[in-house]
Each structure stands twice: as structure tokens, then as C-alpha cells.
């Protein structure tokens, strides 16, 4: 949020109660000041702000002056001779400018203990709560301010703003804010997932072979036999064969991948109201910008990386989050073909159904207790985790109790850590059985969901699962229904 050349004092109290505690839960607040400085911050709670403002230094009088209107001593108000020499950093080259502009001083930003803070010449920031309250000292509606809106600049403001922000991407991805977490081995469960149905067509491709084949070997010759022109038998070999690769290598392409590819899980936390994320694995044979349309309506989308990339061009960017009358959309700008990529989202909506547990434990060499399964979806398998100990067991159908006491165990143990789970049942599979290998795939993304939860995890997989994608894509789709005992 940009407040600059607005009496905030003008605001409501439940406006200004609003903004600082949006900006006390993650908000970044950024306040153009100079001449306007008692404006701008005449609403707000001084110890919100953690400043306050000393005077206004008119840049073309020299004079400096208090709230009041008064005319005061510039050294006997900060200790300085100069709002430059108070800052204590130089101008930024990118804005030599500023010398000709009305510039606010404001106490606490510039120096502490004898040390001063970090920051550029034209501003500083200071965390406030989970956010940040970043103060230049110029109004950005100042004429003479010709370079604060360049992009360097604007991109220098929102470093500032983001550094004193609590919302780093490992923070972001492992909070309730997000309510979807990140972890390494979720990209290789869903590259699992993906290998499942991996299997091109053959088909057409060996009868384009054939008829090649037979084309530049009896057919070729007896026509240029039967015409008498043997002799170019050897120019029209290798055009048929560059001919037909050009062929091969453009039908191929759609035989394997005709549209971007999406793999998906989709959990549901079945006691947390129904809440509903899915996470996604993409691609797409096109070298080009793809974009792919989510099916639903979101509470949010966004990537699902470590690294989300950075750059001073504002026309450059890898991911894309577009949200318009159609719904919302994402993709990527990718350096290669094939290139993969992670993203994440929420539905608006929530999802009925329950997961009904009795006295469910397991331990390394047992397994007891009952579960119910009333989602309305059959679920193929079942992974119970407690702390270290997991199970995998055969499924329960919709509105069906089992007694895990009695049920097949497919997989037990005793697991080190969550990784330990994948590795042990989704890779180990992987080579003799791609649909079970994909499968636990699924379960253990859902289960990296739930594991910060206190008690005892049971997660029943659906393979199958409704789309997240639609449109021009092909998706495998999997649901993970979960619940804590």
C-alpha cells in the first residue's frame, strides 16, 4: 500500500485500525512524505509509525520547517546542518534530483546508537509486526522528483519494503497463511505421478516407418526404373528421408504431448471445514509462453517453488499469475522445452465429507482401530502415520468402516523422517509398478500437508480425482482425503 500526498487524518478510525493491522500481519505500508509529511502521517499512531517528523527541509529556500509552519534551526532540531548530512548515506546517483526537493526528516530512521541504519538515499524501512513500514523522504507526487518513479528506483523501494518483511518464501510455504507446504521430494512424488501414464504411441509412428521403408527401397526404384531415371535415385533417397524425419519429428510431438501436460494432487482436510489445495506439476513441449486455466474458483494461486526469480525489467518474468472474467490462470515463460515447474493453489470452496476415526494407532509391528470413509469417494489406499510410524493398507469404499486390525498391510515401518515414507513406498514400487508407485506418491504429498498437525494422520488416496486444470490440457489427477485423530 502507497499512501503520498493524502491526509490520513481524514481517515476513519476503523481505516486506520484496518491498515496498521494488515500491515502488522504481512501488509508492506510505503509512505511518500516531503512536503506532505504531516499529511501522510497525521492519522496514524506514533508508535505505530516508529517515527515521527522533525520538519520539512524546502529545498528551494533552504528553510526548515515544523509542523507549526514555523520557520525553525535546522541544527538545533536534528544536530545537522543538512538533511543530506543527516542521513548519513549519499544521494543515490539514480536520483540526483532529489537536491531540488522538499525533503522530510524524521527521527529514528537515520541513525541509531551511532550507527546508521542501512538504506538508500531516498528512504528506509523498518518492520512492523509480520510487515514493514518503508518511509521516503520525498513525496513520489513531487514534479521535482523527475527519476523516483524509473524502474531501478521502484525496484530498490520494494527491496526495502520486502528485507524488513517477514515473508520469506520458507516462512510463506511452511504457515497457515499459505495453508500449502513446500518440500523437496513433493517435485519427485509428482514426477512419479507423471511417469505413470508416460507411455508414447507407437502406433502411427511405425506405420509412418513402413511406409517409408517401402518407399525408398522398391517402390522409389521401380518408378525411376520404369521411367528410366535410375540415375536420380540417389538425390531422391535422401529428400524421402529428410522428408519423412520432418514428418516423424512433428507427429511425434503430438502423439506424445498434443497439449501441456499437468500433474495434480489435490487434498482435502476433511476435518478443517473441508478446506481444499492442490499443488501442480507442468509442462509443455512448446518452447513459448504457456498459460493453463484452473478449473475452479481460487482463494489464491501462485507458485510452488524455493526460488521464484527476480529482475530489474519489468517486462521480463518467468512465472504468471492472470486473473480475469474468465477465472484464473497460470504458467510460465520457459528457457526450453519440457521444462517443468511447480505451482500451487486454494479452492474458494469447500468440500463435504468426513473421515470417521475410532482409537486408530500404529506402531512399527501393528496397526488397530477403525476408520469410516464418508467423502463419497472410494479410496484405493490408506496411509496412517503417528509420529514416526506409518501403514499403508488396502482401501475402504465410500460409506464403508473397516478394522485395521483385520486389513491387508501393504507397507509398515518405522520412518526416521517423513522423506523416509516416499522413499520407501512410492520409489520402491516405482520399477514394477507405476500405477501403486504413483499412488504413494499422491498419499505422501497429502501426508506433507498434514504433518504439522498434532496426533495421529489418516489419509485415504482417489485416484482419478476431479481436474484442478480445464481446457486445453492434459492432466492425471489424483485426491487425497485426510483427518487427525
Sequence with gaps: MIIDQYDTS????????????????????????GIYAY?????????????????????????????????????????SYSPYDYYGVSIDMYLSNIYETDTAILSGLSQY????????????????????ITYLYYALSDPDVVNATTTYVAENIFSMAA?????????????????????YNIKSALGIIDMEKANINYGVLNILIAIYVLLVGPVVYLVLRHFKKRELYWITVPAMALLFVGIISFAGKGFRIADTTVCSVTFVNTGNNGEVGSVLYAYSADHDDWLISLADECAYAGPLQNDYGWS???????????EDLSGTSVGIRPG????????????????????????????NHSVRGH?????????????????????????????EEINLKNAEVLEQGDSSSIDDIFWM???RNYEENKTLAAQMAALYVGLRQAVDYQGTVVLGVVPNYDRVTEGNCSETSYGVFYCIQ
Design 312 to 322: 530489474k525489467d519489468p517486462t521480463d518474468y518467468y512465472f504468471r499469475v492472470v
Design 163 to 183: 528485507e524488513q518483511a517477514k515473508l520469506d518464501i520458507a516462512t510463506f510455504h511452511n504457515s497457515e497463511k499459505s495453508g500449502i507446504r513446500y518440500a
Design 113 to 132: 546508537d551511532g550507527y546508521y541504519h542501512y538504506g538508500q538515499g531516498y528512504g528506509n524501512s523498518l518492520s512492523s509486526g509480520n510487515g514493514s
Design 39 to 79: 499529511d501522510v502521517l497525521g492519522g496514524f499512531d506514533p508508535q505505530f509509525l516508529q517515527t515521527n517528523c522533525l520538519g520539512i527541509y524546502m529545498s528551494g529556500t533552504g528553510d526548515f520547517v515544523t509542523e507549526q509552519g514555523r520557520r525553525g534551526d535546522m541544527y538545533s532540531e536534528t544536530g
Design 371 to 399: 476408520v469410516t470413509n464418508e467423502t463419497g469417494h472410494d479410496f484405493s489406499y490408506l496411509l496412517i502415520y503417528d509420529n514416526r510410524y506409518f501403514a499403508i493398507v488396502e482401501g475402504v469404499e465410500d460409506g
Design 336 to 363: 526450453t522445452s519440457f521444462e517443468t515447474t511447480m505451482f500451487q493453489c486454494r479452492a474458494a470452496d469447500q468440500v463435504k465429507g468426513e473421515i470417521l476415526t475410532e482409537d486408530v494407532e500404529v506402531t
Design 425 to 427: 513406498t512410492a520409489e
Design 10 to 33: 481524514q481517515l476513519s478510525e476503523d481505516t486506520i485500525a484496518a491498515i496498521e493491522d494488515w500491515t502488522n500481519r504481512g501488509g508492506m505500508l510505503i509512505f511518500g512524505t
